[in-house]
């Protein structure tokens, strides 16, 4: 027999009493609640996902975001043309007024040049009407 009883190894987790082999893997958007001897895999939560057998979970990169709880990488998802995300968002946000973003997966909003204007979620900027001007970036109509 053996001298002592092994904790359950890093992602993963067992609350059988008597456990004679080696713990199951926490599965895919799970994590271990502790890095050994866990009892239990409990769910990722938004912004964060995880492929399985770990005890943290990842962040979403930025430029992407997942509202899911119990994500994988997979459900992370690229933001549109027009909005941001910072590293583990649940969701991406819309670029403000006088800023815009024209590629999926953004982490930023880029200002509008002077003479040209943007509204919320933007993709470009379109330039000042006659009779109207944009002395500085960042410019909203």
Do not use: H, L, W
Not at 47 to 71: I, L, N, P, R
Not at 92 to 109: D, L, M, P, Q, T
């Amino acid at each position: 027999g053996a001298e002592k009883c092994e904790p359950c190894a890093s992602g993963t987790s067992s609350n059988v009493v008597g456990q004679n082999q080696p713990c199951p893997s926490c599965g895919a958007g799970t994590r271990s609640i502790s890095s050994s001897g866990s009892t239990e895999c409990v769910d990722c939560s938004g912004g964060t996902f995880s492929d399985g057998g770990v005890d943290t979970c990842e962040s979403c990169q930025a430029g992407k975001a997942s509202s899911m709880t119990k994500a994988t990488s997979s459900d992370c998802s690229d933001c549109e043309a027009g909005k941001k995300s910072d590293s583990g968002s649940e969701e991406c946000e819309a670029c403000e007024s006088g800023k815009y973003s024209e590629n999926v997966a953004s982490n930023r909003c880029t200002s509008c040049p002077k003479g040209t204007f943007s509204a919320s979620a933007s993709t470009g900027c379109t330039d000042c009407t006659a009779g109207k001007y944009a002395a500085s970036s960042g410019y909203e109509e």
